[in-house]
T-cell receptor
Framework: SQQGEEDPQALSIQEGENATMNCSYK?????LQWYRQNSGRGLVHLIL?????REKHSGRLRVTLDTSKKSSSLLITASRAADTASYFC????????????FGKGTKLTVNP | EAGVTQFPSHSVIEKGQTVTLRCDPI?????LYWYRRVMGKEIKFLLH????????ESGMPNNRFLAERTGGTYSTLKVQPAELEDSGVYFC?????????????FGPGTRLTVT
């Protein structure tokens, strides 16, 4: 499996519900970043969590990081139709390179 | 403040032709990255510039791809000659610095279609 692998691959919920997406990775990291991509558009940076952090909040977003399990979760609370997008986690791996390693993403659909 | 911009937004070329993609990073960002997503696959790193120097080009697929960043401002990515498997979306990103604290900000991407 790939570094930064998200699950589920697809998620469909009703407006107002919470959405949780998970990401697993294999190697030691400096940080983990979550991005959103609306259909046909670029990647929007959502949140960065460093390897020494366990939880971070930004508005309706909550990200957790468990380095012992090499996993992260993104929670979107009180979802809106505008949250419909693909969500990617990306890891910045320890070892000198600044490159991000992306997973395949979770496609979230929020139904009005 | 303007974000990362890319040109063109979409390019359709025939196999064997040459295409040049352009990326303008956020002003003041020394670090510039190229990534691409081919159909159904993950977004993959291509290379990283610090100012005009190539810091890491480990993701460049082969010598048909040439990236430049003369003067340390905008960057170009040339594909010559293009092959069918080069089709995908090419993203550029920039960051102010390196390390734990710096996000990479992405442009809207260039969709390349090779027919």
């Amino acid at each position: 499996s790939q570094q930064g692998e998200e699950d589920p691959q697809a998620l469909s919920i009703q407006e107002g519900e919470n959405a949780t997406m998970n990401c697993s990775y294999k190697t030691s990291i400096n940080n983990l970043q979550w991005y959103r991509q609306n259909s046909g558009r670029g990647l929007v940076h959502l949140i960065l969590i460093r390897s020494n952090e366990r939880e971070k909040h930004s508005g309706r977003l909550r990200v957790t990081l468990d380095t012992s399990k090499k996993s992260s979760s993104l929670l979107i609370t009180a979802s809106r139709a505008a949250d419909t997008a693909s969500y990617f986690c990306a890891t910045n791996t320890q070892g000198g390179s600044e490159k991000l390693v992306f997973g395949k993403g979770t496609k979230l659909t929020v139904n009005p | 403040e303007a974000g990362v911009t890319q040109f063109p937004s979409h390019s359709v070329i025939e196999k064997g032709q040459t295409v040049t993609l352009r990326c303008d990073p956020i002003s003041g960002h020394d670090n510039l990255y190229w990534y691409r997503r081919v159909m159904g696959k993950e977004i993959k790193f291509l290379l990283h510039f610090v100012k005009e120097s190539k810091q890491d080009e480990s993701g460049m697929p082969n010598n048909r791809f040439l990236a430049e960043r003369t003067g340390g401002t905008y960057s170009t990515l040339k594909v010559q000659p293009a092959e069918l498997e080069d089709s995908g979306v090419y993203f550029c990103a920039s960051s102010l610095g390196q390390g734990d604290y710096y996000e990479q900000y992405f442009g809207p991407g260039t969709r390349l279609t090779v027919t």
